[in-house]
């Protein structure tokens, strides 16, 4: 009797649902500004960081330098600032506007991101500090979750998990970015 090869279960699970995801796969272009203020290898690694987050949803992001083109239809714009100007928290480290619907930004605090973690966790934490705000944007809300990458106030706990690998969207955040491309924004 010829022995069958049989994938195992786990592997099995893994490609149904990268299926899954692919399948419902979206597209969103971020536009980077003022990236002279960040350090290239960690913004390079940060947005590894940050696709990695999204790409578990089924959200595929492309990089841009600039903004969107004046007829070039709909962008996210992160603008990276050395400084935070005094009107934010000290522990603040970027804001968006997801109610202002003339235009879409971010405005990251490099300075902040950069010096609240040890260096080498510093690209973790600025990818997750992008996904956050960019999660922001795609809700259309300023409200937080419990845990994860929407988490109002990350604890050490937080960023131990993030030196491990990427928090993750909860359910409820999946499905309100979801909304962005279905028409429910």
């Known amino acids: 009797m010829k022995k069958q090869k049989r994938t195992p279960w786990a592997l099995g ?19 980077l500004q003022n990236t002279a203020t960040a350090e290239f290898m960690t913004l390079v690694a940060a947005k590894g960081v940050t696709a990695k987050i999204f790409r578990g949803i089924g959200v595929r992001i492309h990089w841009e330098l600039g903004g969107p083109a004046k007829t070039g239809g709909a962008g996210i714009v992160i603008q990276f600032d050395s400084n935070a100007p005094s ?3 000290p522990d603040a480290f970027a804001y968006a506007t997801p109610f ?14 950069l010096g ?5 966790l510093a690209p973790e934490l600025l990818g997750h500090v992008m996904a956050h ?23 050490t706990g937080d960023y131990d ?18 909304g962005y491309w279905s028409g429910s924004r």
């Open 87 to 89: 009107r934010f928290r």
């Open 161 to 178: 998990l993030m030196s491990m690998g990427p928090l993750s969207f909860t359910a409820g955040d999946v499905s309100a970015i979801r």
């Open 13 to 31: 699970a893994v490609l149904i649902l990268a299926g899954g995801v692919a399948a419902k796969g979206e597209d969103l272009t971020v536009y």
């Open 100 to 113: 202002d619907y003339t235009r879409t930004c971010i405005h990251i605090f490099y300075d902040r991101v």
């Open 133 to 155: 705000e960019i999660g922001h944007l795609l809700e259309r809300t300023d409200g937080h979750s419990e845990t994860g990458v929407m988490k109002a106030h990350w604890t």
């Open 116 to 120: 609240s973690v040890p260096r080498k």
